[in-house]
């Protein structure tokens, strides 16, 4: 470990001037900032986390229609616990529960099934949030409940997918970066090759990263060796798990059961093409279609600085929000919420710099 | 927005727990032996001091690798009068149950308070049944509420706690948690982890034989030993700063919070203690400790500063810092 520090120090002291990496993936945030390995790094060079958090980049207008979803009588909202206590315009699903509407914990798609087949006279709704790590899960899910003709199932579809992301992250004047520290459950999906475009178009160096503190100095280290000897490559630090190509069965059943279409990113906006849809072949296991859901522009308050966290601009010591009022007790924004989130991440592991 | 409603991390043992506690019980009952809010209340009657306490037992499932409900009720119980310092003698024990509830399972559950009871010479002195319909409570709960004799002549309590004083545990944490989710419906996983529900005072007992000065002890349960540690740093105002490496922890427990997305440190134990001393009684209180069955693994794991005051920190592996924050309330489990 020290002479992986030390070799850091040597090639920041080569490149000589300040860099700006981005870890995109939520579960790097929170290794970086669990391990302090943030600390260990030379002044020049600076972690930055991205868009990689899935309940962070959740539009708040998603928020709202599930929230008004589980008011329905007869509907059983199905979710991940991390969505659970972020705020929409004026509610959250924990809010709701507390209320007495029918809001339940999953931990897989398939529980959300299994929920389903055990309430025949209700509908439960699944909420499909996530990037290419959950969204095979719940293509399965879909597959599974047309296969078993399944009609009291749905997925409120919001999956969102990486390269796009990180596509309209360069091209944005505001944000610069200087190398990607690319998300290893993602990658284990899509395959190391999915980020070459974005050395081959604008010369980013890319490291697909483990999640152990060592796995992300590393990569540190690699980035910096690219940026020192002018190459700008798809490395991959967590071969142990990501191959080349990915998982070519669960992008198959991706494929099968979803689309590409055009989605809405807190903090980014709408970036084509970055979004999956459900597939008309299975329209009636998309909730929105199927139990007629309009999404609403929420209202969210103007002082969170939440979008520009997401883009890599500010750190959530800028906002002014930021632990008074915003705080993992009382979230005004998702980062704040999210076990994943950059904003709970500084408060829980570094507020004292505040 | 308006927090209108109780919310379920408001149980969770977090900061939303303290703060139900501190915005709708404190100033409606506020009283000179209620507020220190430490594990029991600590009561002078004649030329003795005793300890008082009260807790409720709600774990689905009710049985669980490593214990159950009726065990867990006597060990809680029996453990916040332990880290007081004191020898319990009496016990309550109020049951509800659920109809339906299958009279094998209460009789096993029974047996286990009268066993856990024994091990620290307790006994059940006074109790109470109650039956709810089905669908009211899961299986059963249970309260239970201690009484025992302080054993040492000084009073032991959360904000003692000094600058230059040792944190020490009795063995690896994170257990009781792990133990009980590996068989929560929805996360069932393989694990051999089992409870390490425990009754401590046999253990405290052989720490304050010792002589040493001990400040305060407390058992890590709800909230882990991050939730413990915060509350004696602010109670006490001091900095406690942990060593990572030197915290035991198993390896598959480990794994069980990596998978789940969740930091040991905020995992409930139901057999551990923490106990804070002066640095030079550190070496006879581990030393009393190793010597026990329940301390076996017992390590020096921190020290006290004075800063940052009221914080604790922790000594990562690889050499940085971080706060160790107080759990906010239910632990979610993570989606990617």
Same mark, same amino acid.
């Given at each position: 470990m020290k002479t992986l520090v030390a070799n850091i120090e040597e090639m920041a002291r080569r490149v000589g001037r300040d860099l700006k990496f981005m870890e995109v993936c939520g579960t790097h945030t929170m290794a970086a900032f669990r391990s302090g390995l943030r600390q260990l790094l030379p002044d020049n060079v600076r972690l930055v986390s991205g868009p990689g958090c899935p309940v962070c980049v959740t539009d708040p207008g998603y928020l709202d229609a599930a929230i008004e979803l589980c008011r329905r009588p007869g509907v059983i909202v199905a979710t991940?616990?991390?969505?659970?206590?972020v705020p929409g315009t004026e509610s959250s699903l924990e809010r709701e529960r507390a209320s007495g509407a029918s809001v339940r914990i999953v931990y897989s798609p398939s529980d959300a099934l299994v929920l389903a087949r055990e309430c025949p006279s209700r509908h439960v709704v699944f909420?499909?949030?996530?990037?290419e790590t959950t969204a095979p899960t719940v293509a399965w899910a879909i597959f599974r409940a047309a296969q078993d003709g399944l009609r009291n199932f749905s997925v409120l579809c919001a999956h969102k997918t990486m390269p796009r992301a990180m596509d309209a992250l360069v091209r944005d004047q505001a944000v610069r970066i200087d190398g990607f520290i690319c998300p290893g459950h993602v990658s284990v999906i899509?395959?190391?090759?999915?980020?070459r475009f974005i050395c081959q178009q604008y010369r980013i160096p890319c490291v697909v990263s483990g999640f152990e503190a060592w796995d992300i100095l590393k990569s540190v280290g690699m980035l910096l060796r690219q940026i020192a000897e002018g190459r700008a490559e798809v490395e991959n630090e967590y071969s142990r798990s990501v191959s080349?190509?990915?998982?070519r069965a669960a992008q198959q059943l991706m494929h099968e059961v979803f689309e590409p279409r055009d989605d809405v990113w807190r903090g980014l906006g709408t970036i084509p093409g970055s979004g999956l849809g459900i597939r008309e072949k299975y329209a009636r296991f998309d909730a929105a279609k199927v139990l007629g859901v309009t999404f609403h522009e929420a209202h969210v308050n103007?002082? !969170?600085r939440c979008g520009s966290v997401l883009r890599g601009?500010?750190? *959530?010591?800028? !906002?002014?929000?930021f632990g008074r009022?915003?705080?993992?007790?009382? *979230?005004?924004?998702p980062c704040m919420v999210s076990s994943e989130g950059v904003c709970a991440a500084y408060y829980k592991y570094e507020r004292m710099a505040a | 927005m308006k927090r209108d409603r109780v919310l379920l991390?408001?149980?969770?043992?977090g900061s939303l727990t303290r703060e139900l506690i501190e915005t709708m019980l404190l100033p409606r009952l506020e009283n000179p032996l209620l507020?220190?809010?430490?594990d029991s209340a600590v009561l002078v009657m004649g030329n003795s001091g005793y300890a008082f306490t009260s807790d409720s037992y709600v774990v689905t499932?009710?049985?669980?690798p490593g214990g159950d409900i009726g065990r867990l009720a006597v060990c809680g119980t029996v453990n916040d009068l332990a880290v007081m310092g004191a020898q319990p003698f009496w016990l309550s024990l109020s049951l509800i149950l659920?109809?339906?509830?299958p009279l094998t399972d209460l009789s096993t559950i029974v047996d286990s308070i009268h066993a856990a009871a024994a091990e620290v010479g307790a006994q059940v002195v006074t109790g109470d049944t109650k039956v709810v319909e089905r669908?009211?409570?899961?299986g059963l709960y249970i309260n239970t509420a201690g009484l025992g004799k302080i054993s040492v002549p000084y009073w032991l309590g959360s904000a003692n706690v000094k600058p230059g004083d040792a944190v020490i545990i009795n063995g690896p944490i994170g257990e009781h948690g792990v133990a009980v989710m590996s068989r929560r419906e929805g996360v069932a996983f393989q694990t051999s982890v089992t409870s390490?529900?425990?009754?401590l005072w046999p253990l405290v007992k052989a720490i304050l034989d010792t002589g040493a000065r001990i400040r305060a002890m407390r058992?890590?349960?709800?909230?882990?030993v991050a939730g413990a540690v915060c509350d004696i740093a602010r109670a006490s105002n001091v900095g406690i700063r942990l060593f990572e490496d030197a915290i035991p922890i198993s390896g598959e427990v480990r794994g069980a919070c990596d998978l789940l997305g969740?930091?040991?440190?905020t995992i409930a134990n139901e057999g551990k203690v923490l106990v804070f001393c002066g640095a030079k009684d550190a070496e006879p209180v581990l030393a009393a400790m190793k010597n026990h069955p329940l301390g076996?693994?017992?390590?020096?794991i921190g020290e006290v500063s004075?800063?940052?005051?009221?914080m604790a920190l922790l000594r990562t592996t690889i050499g940085g810092e971080r706060i160790i924050d107080m759990p906010t309330g239910e632990d979610l489990p993570r989606i990617c």
């Open positions: 991940f616990g991390d969505l659970v206590r909420l499909g949030v996530g990037f899509t395959g190391a090759q999915m980020y080349e190509y990915g998982n103007p002082l !969170c601009i500010s750190t *959530p010591l800028d !906002c002014h929000l009022p915003c705080s993992p007790a009382h *979230p005004i924004g | 991390a408001h149980g969770g043992g507020k220190p809010l430490d499932p009710y049985l669980f659920e109809e339906g509830l669908g009211k409570c899961e390490d529900c425990a009754p058992d890590p349960t709800r909230g882990g969740l930091d040991p440190l076996r693994q017992a390590r020096v004075t800063k940052p005051e009221g």
